[in-house]
Structures are given as structure tokens and as C-alpha cells.
């Protein structure tokens, strides 16, 4: 069977706890899109880790962890990551690298300094917009050519030579040969050289032999680079649909979607955010829910649950089931609000702006709901939350028309209701 774990919001929705708990029962977990721009943060059996490349089945020794082709790769991340864990759990994780994800190279990082977009959209700066750019121009050094080193370097110059006619002035490309960037890239895939293949068909073989697979997204539905607030959206697609294309396989196989949906909104980087927050609430909620960058540092912006951006997370997504996460942040707040409208242009709208400048006129319209004193970490079940939260619970459940599969009361694995 195939479960897809699906952010719904902008990213950072907890989806690092959701999928190190259900890859537990996986057999195979596949990471889909984007790279080192996510954070995941996960507890593992009491250690705290930030990864943003490895796929959460790396944390169990039995299962393999695919890294598809809907990903961007940066290898010297990659060998952190992988030596962080097994050094954690005394053996090597099993990976398994899609022939065709595409690598980042040092000098996506340096184009997104210099090439200005970075800055207008508030990028992560990990290179991820100009690698997703060179595999659209079809000049990007994918994980196959690893195999190949001859035809690796003889790329990697190709590509420099137009990268040198494009940025006269830097001198960090100039200095840059095919054979350096091939020889560091091949020190740091050594332990996986062995383990880059055809992932799509490692993957249908999995599920034909009746194997679970768990599909790990990133990022959320708002930054898709099709169906989001474009432009301040990711290069990759992070809906369901990005599954499909990194994966190839039919849509009947992925019974069961989770849309992971935190307990408020919050975004990095720049865009439209009808719901913020620049008042001492909002201050509250960073600080109550550590809302700073895996990846950047970067304080994020936050704000109320907003159920118009959620209904059309959920027709992208169409979740079986959403996981809540954070509920516990919510906790001391006297009032809580729900965005289920906004004020667009004198009128009010019930459907997702498309267009981030419409967007950006919106207004919300908000529901109240009293909130509740008491600390809810200690809850396993629905009826262990005081009415207030199964109130809140219940409003969001509706407006994403999915029930509540599992709901986070605390980072710990256990700290979970499950219901699924
Ligand atoms: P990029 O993915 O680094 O190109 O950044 C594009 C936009 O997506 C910026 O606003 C980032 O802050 C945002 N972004 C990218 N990855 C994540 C993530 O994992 N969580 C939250 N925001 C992200």
C-alpha cells in the first residue's frame, strides 16, 4: 500500500514528525521533491535532528529510502546527513539515488547570490531555483552521470563555459574546472555510488510485491511552482501531482493522503500572507512554536489558520486524512481565530485568489472560537482534549474535508493522537 505525506500550507507544518512516525511501518520512503531549501525536524528515540535531504525511513535500519527524481541533490549535504545517522544508529542507512534527480553544484548557490530573484522572493539561497533552472534547460548534471565520470566532466565544463560567458565577473566560476567539481562530487557520492538506479521502478516493483511505500513531500501546497502564490513559490512541484511526475505511478495506488496542516500559518520569505500576524499574538506564536528556519535561522512570519488557502491545498491534494500539528502552541490562547473568508475588491470570496496580487488584497474574514488553559500534551485521545480544541479541531476538519487522522500535542513521537 502507498501513503503520500503532503504539507498544505507554505511548508514548515511539522511534516518531519508525521513522516519519521509513519515511516516506522514503511518499507520504502521516497523523498519527491526540492532539496537542501527544507527542514525536518524530527525526535529519534530522543535525539533532536534538522535534516533536509535524507528521507525519514533513514531512521529505521530496515527500510530504504528513495530519493527521487523530483529532487535536487546536493551531495556534500547528503554525506552529512548520512554520516549524522549512522553514526546515531550505529549502521549505515539503506538509500537508494533516482539515476535522473538533478545535483546541485556549487555554482547554483553563487548564481542565486548574484542573479537578484533570491532576494525578491526570499529564497533559502541553497541553489535550489537555478539547479531546477538548469534541468529545465536541460544543462543540469544529474546523479546518473556520476556513473559516467568521463561524460561527468566533460558536462560540468560545457556548462561552466556558458556559465563564464553569462557571469564574466565572477571570479568563483573562473576558478572552477569540470575535473575539481567532478573529483569533490565523487568523493562525496562514494558511499552511494552503488545505490543509483532506476527509482521508478524499484518503487513500482516495491508495491507490486505488496510492500508499504511512504511518499515524503516538502515544502506545501501554497509554494508549488505551478499552483502557488507564483512567483514567491519553490521550483518544484510540491503537490500531489509532483509525486506523480517524480514517480510515475497511477493515482489508485496512493490510497491514503495525508495533508499535514499545522495548528496556525506561517511563511518564509517574501509574499502574500492574508492572515499575519505583526502584532504581539503573532510574536507569540513564533516564540510559543519555535518558528525559525531548519534551514535559514530566519524568524517566520505567522498568523491565523486560514481555511480559503486550506480548501484549495485540499482540491490539489485531495486529502484521505490531515494531520494537525502544534495543536499544543494553541494552548493559553483565550480567543482563537479562523480565516473562512476574505474581503476581496468589496466583495467576499470563498474560492483561493489566483493571483498573488489579488491575494495580497485580501482581507480576512474571521470565525472566533474560545480557546483553552489547560496543557493538552498529555492527550492520546480525541476525548482526552478539552471541548474548546475538539471545537477547533472539528472547524478545520470541516473546512479541509478530512477528518483528523493523527494530531500533534508535542514534538515527541509519542506526544500523538492517532485516529487513523
Ligand atoms: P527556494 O526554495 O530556496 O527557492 O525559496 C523559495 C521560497 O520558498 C522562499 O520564500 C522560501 O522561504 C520558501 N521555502 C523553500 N523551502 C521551504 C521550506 O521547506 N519551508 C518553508 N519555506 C520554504
Redesign the pocket.
Known sequence: MATAVLGMQ???EGKGKIVHLLARDADIVVRFN?GT???HTLIDRGVKFGTHLIPAGAFYPRTVSVLAGGMVIDLSVLREEFEAISDHLGSRPRLFIADNAHLVLPYHRIIERIGGTGRL??????G??PAYRDKAARVGIRAGDLLEPDLLIERIDRRLSLLRLTYPDSAEIAEMTGNGLAESLLADAEPFLSSIGDAPRFVSDGLSAGKEVLFEG???AL?DLDYGTYP????SSTTFSGLRSAVGIPTAEVAERIGVVKGYSTR????PFPTELTDEVGALLRDRGGEYGV?TGRSRRCGWIDLVALRYAGELNDPSAIALTKLDVLTGFEELKVCVAYRLDGRTVERFPRSAAELDRSVPVYQSLPGWEESIAGARTFDDLPVEARNYVELIEEGCGAPAGLISVGPAPEETIVRL
Open positions: 507554505w511548508g514548515d526540492g531549501n527544507a527542514g522572493i526570499g529564497t533559502t539561497g541553497q535550489i531555483g516538502a515544502q506545501g509554494l514567491y513559490v519553490t521550483s518564509v520569505g517574501a509574499g534551514t
